[in-house]
Each structure stands twice: as structure tokens, then as C-alpha cells.
């Protein structure tokens, strides 16, 4: 997704319903924000460019996700010395993980 466009909103209907159109590659869509958003797609363009556009301070664009750092080793790291750990710690030592699934039924 190399390609960015901008969109450009071309009317807004007495109902609130907007057009908006992409001048690069004639993609065209129309949006109802109210009473439940929904999207149509008029003119489908380059289904592969990445398209963008603003009306005012509202900012429309692709959306990015949001990804979480996980944390690492250090960030991570649990002590054996934690008494909460106590009974988990007991229980792993009592099962034998390296015979449990060599075990001839």
C-alpha cells in the first residue's frame, strides 16, 4: 500500500449523507455518521492506495492499530521467592512434564 490519496468531499446532502470522491483514481464512497455510521462504496478505484481526507478538524484516514508492547525478559521476570507463587510452584514440581506424554496406555 505504497500509493496515498486524498479524498475530497464533493456534497453533503439535506440528510446528512456525504459523498466523497478520490481524485487520483475516481474511488467514491458515501457516508451517514448519523444515527449509526455506515459507508457505501459508490466507485470502488484503487482498492490498494491507502486514501485519506479531512472536512474541517475531522481527520479521515486508514486505520492503524494500536499494539501493545509486550514486555520482555527483564520486564517479566518472576521470583521463585514470591510466596504466591508457593502453591503453583509445589504442583509443577509433582508432575512429571517429561513423562506425561511418554507414557504407553
Known amino acids: 500500500m505504497d500509493q496515498k490519496h486524498e479524498m475530497i468531499l464533493e456534497s453533503t446532502h439535506s440528510s446528512g449523507a456525504e459523498e466523497w470522491y478520490c481524485p487520483t483514481c475516481g474511488r467514491r464512497f458515501q457516508i451517514i455518521w448519523e444515527p449509526k455510521f455506515r459507508k457505501t462504496v459508490l466507485e470502488v478505484g484503487d482498492e490498494y492506495a491507502s ?46 512434564f517429561e513423562n506425561l506424554w511418554n507414557e504407553e496406555g
Open 51 to 96: 486514501h485519506s481526507g479531512a472536512k474541517s478538524e475531522l481527520q479521515m484516514g486508514p486505520v492503524k492499530p494500536k499494539y501493545k508492547k509486550l514486555p520482555g525478559p527483564e520486564e517479566n521476570s518472576i521470583s521463585n521467592d514470591d510466596s504466591t507463587l508457593a502453591p503453583w510452584i509445589e504442583w509443577l514440581d509433582k508432575v512429571e
